[in-house]
């Protein structure tokens, strides 16, 4: 098992501690319309755990005691939880700011023909991953296909307003490496990306996250059958930068996987890590009462990957 890896058991990593909470990631379940050999979540279509509507009411009332205004959406697809729309719905009337982490290819599954035009009514920010520009490398990391939906998927919610300048319907698209190297500079890659989408397909969006691939699960699991998993460990711990520390996410956003349960950022809740290294497993409404400040966060030797280089989160480069 790659979670039981001397890289991942004990850690070099500096003490981290809680800031003021300002987000809360929810998973809401593994299930996914694809299977990317680079998901941290080993999601696809067989999986069937996904949130039920008690806990997805428990984390409004726990985003609205701590003063939580944005809900940050993943899965899986979580479009494919039966509880998606309730949830968007709901974040609108609370005032509660949506993102929703898409594949993009969802949008083009059947069943989901109006799944576009539902987002951009609610204006909910979408964050699509689209892991190149160029058919192939789509292709190879995501499954024969994909690529010309994504394509289809965001011409749509161009036409509906999304990645507009000026626009109030956001669009930012996430890439990842392919392999064993780090992210290229986020603004440099961005420019690249407009440019050749624009030129090539006439798409536009507002904004590139880059975002460094973290050696556990299904991209894990490959390193390892590859004979590379401790390469990609010692890149990563020679591209440390500790200036990165002060903006890793963990310090003010916690994770909810899709039985209520609290993790300090996602990869710990793949890594079945509680929250702050507690003894048991911490559930939601075991911290109704908590602001979490100061308390420490679980650490091991893969949150180099989110300090390597510029550093990474869901919401991109650090520095």
Known sequence: MIETLPYLENSSFPTLVRDNLASIQLNLGYLCNLSCVHCHVNAGPTRSELMDKQTIDQVFAFANKSGVKTLDITGGAPEMSPYFRYLVEKAQQQEIDIIDRCNLAILEESGYEDLAEFLAKYKVKVVASLPCYLEENVDKQ????????????????????????????????????????????????????????????????????????????????????????????????????????????????????????????DFNQMLDLPLADSVNHVHINDIMNSQLIGENIAIRQHCYGCTAGSGSSCSGALS
């Not at 109030?168 to 407009?194: A, T």
């Not at 973290?214 to 059958?225: A, D, E, H, N, T």
């Open 142 to 265: 995501r499954g024969n296909g994909v690529f010309q939906k994504s394509l289809s998927a965001l011409k749509r919610l161009n036409a509906l307003g999304y990645g507009r300048q000026g626009g109030d319907l956001i669009l930012d698209l996430v890439f990842n490496p392919q392999g064993l190297d780090l992210p290229p500079d986020q603004q440099v890659l961005e420019r690249r990306y407009q440019a050749y989408l624009q030129q090539h397909y006439g798409i536009v969006f507002n904004h590139l996250y880059t975002i460094t691939n973290m050696p556990i699960k299904r991209f894990g699991s490959s390193l390892v059958s590859k004979g590379l998993f401790d390469d990609y460990m010692q890149l990563l711990l020679d591209s440390y930068n500790e200036n990165t520390l002060d903006q890793v996410m963990c310090r003010r956003t916690i994770s909810i996987d899709w039985q209520g349960y609290v993790y300090d950022c």
